[in-house]
């Protein structure tokens, strides 16, 4: 018992310095990259941060199984999206208490979408009408919904309200860092219009003013024959001097589109992740790009 005593004692010190240790850690489901990301910054160590996503799925359109549901029923949060990302959430049975919509409180700023059907690689039809759902490309927006979840952070007890109010105003700065670069990348450039392969850029497009036409292409595919005719016809219509790409294609695409005249932008909308950078780090690398392209 004496060689025992001084065991539990450093036991119990080692707890006391780490209450996360002692037990565990509570767990918050994101129906997206950039909802974890604001997540995992404001929680800290204090709680994981899951995104149940496969890599190579697009969440809007995801289909979680049964093993899923059953993981993101009992999470202590639930963040979504709202303005209608994330199109399982209305077919699964989800617990209120622990359901916060990030976009709740910018409603109001919503953008309601033309009607256009069709089908990704996985061959299911879906739609896009009702209303734009990447919110988080605006950075102001974006704020909004960081402080939604801090402010859901903070109510469920899962971190400390002096840690997360530290975190969020770290993550707003970096945020209003972003909504300053994009203001200067896209300054002078309202009157040029540009093209998107996909319409995922109508809240990047309304808070800076920009002209932006979308086609429907595959991310980060090489477009078909008849897909590039699309462009060229696009192009002629409106005029563009710049395509943004959702994810970089193959080498010959970038091709085609010089081709035309175009200026190739890659513009990740990071429903997903990219490899090697954060959100704000992806999203600071496109304006850079745009700077360094502007016609």
């Given at each position: 018992m004496p060689l025992l005593r001084p065991f539990l004692a450093v036991v119990l010190t080692l707890l006391a ?279």
């Open positions: 310095a780490n209450p996360v240790a002692a037990q565990d850690r509570s767990r918050v489901v994101a129906v997206n990259y950039p909802l974890q990301y604001f997540a995992e910054r404001l929680a800290g160590d204090e709680a994981e941060v899951i995104f149940p996503v496969p890599a190579d799925v697009d969440p809007s359109f995801w289909r979680p199984s049964i093993a899923d549901i059953s993981t993101i029923q009992s999470a202590d949060l639930i963040l979504l999206n709202g303005a209608g990302f994330a199109t399982w959430v209305d077919r699964v049975s989800l617990p209120r208490a622990k359901v916060v919509n990030s976009t709740a409180a910018i409603e109001d700023q919503f953008i309601r979408t033309e009607s256009i059907t069709h089908s990704h690689g996985d061959g299911d039809e879906h739609s896009h009408e009702g209303l734009a759902s990447y919110t988080w490309l605006d950075p102001i927006l974006a704020i909004a919904q960081a402080e939604a979840v801090a402010a859901a952070i903070t109510a469920r007890g899962i971190a400390p309200d002096d840690a997360v109010a530290t975190r969020l105003d770290a993550l707003r700065a970096d945020l209003a860092e972003l909504d300053r670069q994009a203001t200067g990348a896209f300054d002078g450039m309202q009157d040029i219009a540009m093209i998107a392969t996909h319409p995922r850029y109508q809240y990047l497009a309304q808070r800076y003013g920009l002209s932006i036409s979308s086609l429907e292409w595959e991310a980060g595919a090489m477009p078909t024959e008849a897909e590039q005719a699309d462009l060229v016809a696009l192009a002629a219509q409106t005029g563009a001097q710049v395509l943004i790409w959702e994810a970089a294609p193959p080498a010959e695409a970038f091709a085609v589109a010089a081709e035309l005249g175009l200026a190739n932008i890659v513009f990740p909308t990071l429903a997903q992740g990219v490899d090697d950078q954060t959100y704000i780090q992806a999203i600071a690398n496109a304006l850079t790009a745009i700077s360094e392209a502007k016609p």
